[in-house]
């Protein structure tokens, strides 16, 4: 079956650095995806990994460990634009678009 | 136009009536996909493309019914709804369908629907 966890609600202050985890049990395994939804917007995509270890993308940043089912998405100097939902996706095993999503995450960030 | 685009962005239909949501992208993408979005529920994948032919039917029920005419249009055709079936509909295109980490999913806005 597949099992992905992630929190459903984290706040944080502008500025700051929030830390989103994501835990997951999935029958494949072809990347951890990290997507942010705005509230009426499309998902966009941040960030992936498909080894071991961390990906920083300016101010984002991403780690796995396959061994662990365990991801998260690290944000820095956060913003007030960064609020909004993260999702936490794992792609297909034969085709990674074809990804198990998460509930979300629904990250405010207050002044 | 860029990215993906879907249409229409809002719908209110009746259980009886018969509509369609379009989606194009102008990505050179290979792969399209139907995702649901519902309220407190996550992303649930509904249909897979890859170069036009049906490569996944995640058990969706046949009053869903997609079309793919070519790798840059994606329909999905809406008959006899239920109310249940209201949610947000989006859209997605991928590179292809290979099996590569580097699949990333590029979302459209979405079409609201309602059913009543």
């Known amino acids: 079956g597949q099992n992905i966890d992630q929190p459903t609600e984290m706040t944080a202050t502008e500025g700051a650095i929030v830390q989103i985890n994501c835990t997951y049990q999935?029958?494949?395994?072809?990347?951890l995806f990290w997507y942010q939804q705005h509230a009426g917007e499309a998902p966009t995509f941040l960030s992936y990994?498909?080894?071991?270890g961390l990906e920083e993308k300016g101010r984002f940043s991403s780690f796995l460990s396959r061994s662990k089912g365990y991801s998260y998405l690290l944000l820095k100097e956060l913003q007030m634009k960064d609020s909004a939902s993260y999702l936490c996706?794992?792609?297909?095993?034969?085709?990674?678009?074809?990804?198990?999503f998460g509930d979300g995450t629904t990250l405010t960030v207050k002044p | 136009e860029t990215g993906v685009t879907q249409t229409p962005r809002h719908l209110v239909m009746g259980m009886t009536n018969k509509k369609s949501l379009k989606c194009e992208q102008h990505?050179?993408?290979?792969?399209m996909y139907w995702y649901k979005q519902s309220a407190k529920k996550p992303l649930e994948l509904m249909f897979v493309?890859?170069?036009?032919?049906?490569?996944e039917n995640n058990s969706v029920p046949s009053r869903f019914s997609p079309e793919c005419p070519n790798s840059s249009h994606l329909f999905l055709h809406l008959h006899t709804l239920q109310p249940e079936d209201s949610a947000l509909y989006l859209c997605?295109?991928?590179?292809?369908?290979?099996?590569?980490?580097?699949?990333?999913?590029?979302f459209g806005a979405g079409s609201r629907l309602t059913v009543l």
């Open positions: 990505l050179g993408h290979n792969a």
């Open positions: 999935t029958s494949g395994f072809n990347g």
């Open positions: 493309y890859n170069f036009k032919e049906q490569t």
């Open positions: 997605a295109s991928s590179q292809d369908g290979a099996a590569s980490g580097a699949n990333v999913l590029t």
């Open positions: 990994n498909v080894l071991d």
């Open positions: 996706a794992v792609g297909g095993n034969t085709n990674a678009g074809k990804s198990t």
